[in-house]
């Protein structure tokens, strides 16, 4: 049982939360409804949906922040509805937010980093190599003794996950960490996200970005508080009509790949990302012609 339990870091069993009536006469708004998941320690998970389908919801119950009205959740095997619970469930959970600016609370990074170790009692000397570590992991040692408002918006979300990191989690939720960054800030959390499923971090990453689900293991897409769809992204994204049912974009390299398709050229459902539609792109110029081929990699 224990190793049924370790295996599947979260685990979640027939889970409703209803929010409470805006008023005496309006009704509870249900937000997750009869919601039965397991996720495997180590794997990337991304959670897709329309807006108000209850992705945050499910990540604010996982982190013990908002208790289910049914169900349960288990987060390393603690149920998160036992109070005494809480801390330690958090502490294995860490919780990443949209707006890096929330999630600030020092005048001084590396301070910034500790206040989560710090809080949980974790001894000075300890403390120092783990905010080191995460600072280093997360690309932001340099810029340790600034202010955080002196950095940039991808800058200050790579503190906050450093804060995050420095409580050794074992797993952390990721809640749109992309959706207020520039281009350059995007690519920089979403290194750091695939670096940490490397180390075996289990990895929720809630997203409207298409690309940045591509690159997970598993995709969940909810749909009105249930899960309307669970399947690895090259089997997602290679129904496109289920993908534009279910209110969602392809990924950019997707969308070129069917144009390709539609064209006659034989591409695999493998193929998410620019970087392998290239290398498929100039591997079958090269099989084909020679100077097509020079033609690609000069462009
Ligand atoms: N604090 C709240 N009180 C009442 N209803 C809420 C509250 N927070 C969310 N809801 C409702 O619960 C449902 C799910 O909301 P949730 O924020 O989980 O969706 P989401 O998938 O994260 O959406 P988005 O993509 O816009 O972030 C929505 O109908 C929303 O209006
Ligand atoms: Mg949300």
């Known amino acids: ?13 027939d889970m409703t939360l209803q929010y409470p009536p805006a008023d005496e006469d309006a009704d509870p708004q249900t937000a997750i409804d009869g919601l039965s998941l397991e996720i495997k320690e180590g794997s990337f998970v991304a959670v897709l949906g329309q807006n108000g389908s209850g992705k945050s919801t499910l990540a604010k119950t996982i982190n013990a922040l908002l208790p289910p009205t049914g169900g349960d959740i288990f987060v390393c095997g603690m149920n998160t ?24 609370v020092s005048a001084v990074v590396e301070d910034d980093v500790a206040f989560g170790p710090e809080n949980l009692g974790v001894p000075t000397e300890e403390i120092r190599q783990r905010i080191d570590d995460a600072m280093k992991k997360t690309g932001i040692f ?32 990721f809640d749109e960490p992309t959706a207020m960054l520039d281009p350059k800030g995007r690519l920089e959390v979403m290194n750091i996200i695939k670096a940490l499923k490397k180390e075996g971090i289990t990895v929720l990453l809630i997203t409207h970005f298409m690309e940045e689900a591509a690159e997970a293991d598993r995709v969940i897409v909810m749909r009105q508080g249930k899960i309307a769809a669970d399947a690895p992204p090259a089997d997602l994204f290679s129904d496109t009509e289920n993908v534009r049912r279910l209110g969602l974009d392809l990924p950019p390299a997707v969308e070129i790949r069917e144009l390709l398709r539609a064209g006659g050229v034989d591409i695999s459902d493998d193929v998410l990302d620019m970087g392998s539609l290239a290398r498929v792109l100039c591997a079958g110029a090269e099989v084909t012609d020679g100077t097509e081929r020079r033609r690609v990699r000069e462009e």
């Not at 049982?1 to 069993?13: A, D, W």
């Not at 940039?152 to 050794?168: D, E, L, T, Y």
């Open 142 to 173: 340099e810029q340790r003794k600034k202010s955080p408002h002196m950095l940039s918006g991808g800058q200050k979300q790579r503190v906050a996950i450093a804060g995050v990191i420095a409580m050794r989690p074992r797993c952390i939720l």
């Open 1 to 13: 049982m224990k190793e049924i339990e370790m295996e599947n870091i979260i685990r979640i069993v």
């Open 81 to 104: 509805k036992d109070d005494e619970l809480i801390w330690e469930i958090r502490r294995s959970a860490g919780m990443v937010f949209q707006n890096p600016d929330n999630q600030l």
